[in-house]
C-alpha cells in the first residue's frame, strides 16, 4: 500500500458537523506508464477486429471506480481487516466488497 494514497478525514464539515473524507491520490511514474501502455492496447483491440474509431474518455480517475477504503492486513492498528476479511474488532464478521480492493 502506498501511504500517500489514502482516505482520511477532512477538517472540512459537512452540515451535521461531520468531517468530509478527504482523498489523497496521486499516480506514480510506474502507474503512469502502465496505464499508458493499457490505454494503447486497448485501443489496439478494435481496430483488428475492424472498428475503425473508439472514444476512451482518459483512466476513470475521477471516481469511477468507487472501490477500496479501508486497509487488510494482519496488524489490528493498521488495519480493518485480515487476509480473510475478517474484522479484527468483532469476531465472526466478515466484511465483503470492494472496500479492501487493493487501491
Known amino acids: 500500500m502506498r501511504k500517500r494514497n489514502r482516505v482520511s478525514l477532512s477538517s472540512v464539515k459537512d452540515k451535521l458537523g461531520l468531517p468530509l473524507a478527504k482523498v489523497d491520490f496521486k499516480l506514480s511514474e510506474r502507474d503512469q506508464r502502465t ?3 493499457l490505454l494503447n492496447a486497448a485501443k489496439q483491440l478494435p481496430k483488428k477486429q475492424g472498428i475503425s474509431s473508439i472514444s476512451i474518455p ?3 480517475l475521477n471516481g469511477n471506480h468507487p472501490l477500496g477504503g479501508y486497509v487488510c492486513g494482519n496488524d489490528p492498528q493498521s488495519s480493518v481487516v485480515d487476509e480473510w476479511m475478517r474484522s479484527h474488532e468483532h ?3 466478515y466484511i465483503l466488497g470492494g472496500g479492501t480492493f487493493n487501491a
Open 35 to 37: 496505464l499508458d501502455f
Open 58 to 60: 482518459g483512466y476513470g
Open 91 to 93: 469476531d465472526n464478521l
